[in-house]
């Protein structure tokens, strides 16, 4: 019979410092049909921030939109050295339609870094990616942080058709290889994925693995994980209502030592093992 428990998890870091701020747009662009940028002046105190970590937005209310909750957004980029904080966000409610509304010069409020990012090992030299769709936005980072450390990094990216590749570009300035694939071109299902990560593994190895939110590449990637003694760690997305662990609307369950306990996504990830991860 599984055991049911809520506990801090005792290997994660402590949370950081929170700040609520508010910052000025520099720039509110689309990317493609779907997504757009929003690019941030941010305070030096916000930016102290780990892949894998989110802010609560305050989005603005007008007479056409009127979010009642905040919205909690994984950071896309974070510079200190130019003072800018950058979210990658799709058009799909009330908050994301105020938020594309912003223009330069208008006032931001957020709220973080919130939550527990992801780690990069000394023993992980070759880093596996793997995302679809705005799951590259988490996922990116991360990949800063990778080429910021000298690991060997690829990134196998996934989206309906080549118009929705996104960070491509980005990545590869990083010095990831890029691998591309997509539902129009036959190359994005299950068994494509499995078979590239498999080459991978046998051709050069690979050390670790990340994704973000698709159960289907969660359940992938567990099970090559197993297989072949490769860790990993997800980022998971989940509804949030205060983004600080005190709602627990975001509660969900986890397998940790024959056990099924419970956590917050939001204060005890929204970074987790991924062997650990139950789908949803």
């Not at 760690?233 to 509804?239: G, M, S």
């Amino acid at each position: 019979m599984s055991v049911f428990a809520m506990t801090e998890n005792p290997n994660r870091p402590p949370a950081p410092h929170l700040h609520d701020v508010a910052c000025r747009v520099k720039s509110n662009q689309p990317v493609n049909s779907d997504y757009r940028q929003l690019i941030l002046e941010a305070p030096a105190e916000i930016l102290s921030c780990a892949p894998g970590q989110f802010f609560h937005l305050l989005c603005p209310v007008s007479q056409a939109q009127k979010p009642y909750l905040r919205r909690p957004m994984s950071i896309y980029g974070y510079y200190p050295e130019k003072g800018e904080l950058h979210f990658l966000y799709k058009v799909t409610g009330t908050g994301t339609a105020a938020m594309a509304g912003l223009q330069a010069g208008d006032r931001f409020t957020v709220l973080g870094p919130l939550g527990r990012g992801f780690d990069i090992l000394p023993s992980w030299q070759k880093l596996l990616l793997v995302a679809r769709g705005v799951g590259l936005a988490t996922l990116a980072p991360l990949a800063l942080q990778a080429r910021q450390m000298g690991r060997q990094l690829t990134a196998i990216c996934s989206a309906r058709s080549p118009d929705f590749l996104m960070s491509l570009d980005y990545l590869r300035e990083l010095g990831a290889r890029v691998i591309p694939v997509t539902d129009e071109e036959g190359s994005s299902d299950t068994a494509s994925v499995r078979a590239l990560i498999e080459g991978l593994i046998a051709d050069e190895g690979v050390d670790a693995v990340y994704t973000c939110g698709s159960n289907r590449l969660l359940e992938l990637l567990q099970d090559i994980g197993k297989a072949h003694n490769i860790p990993g760690q997800i980022a998971l997305e989940q509804q949030m209502a205060c983004g600080l662990g005190m709602c627990q609307c975001c509660v969900r369950g986890f397998r940790r030592s024959g056990q099924i306990v419970h956590e917050r996504v939001c204060r005890e990830g929204p970074v987790f093992d991924i062997q650990e991860a139950i789908g949803c």
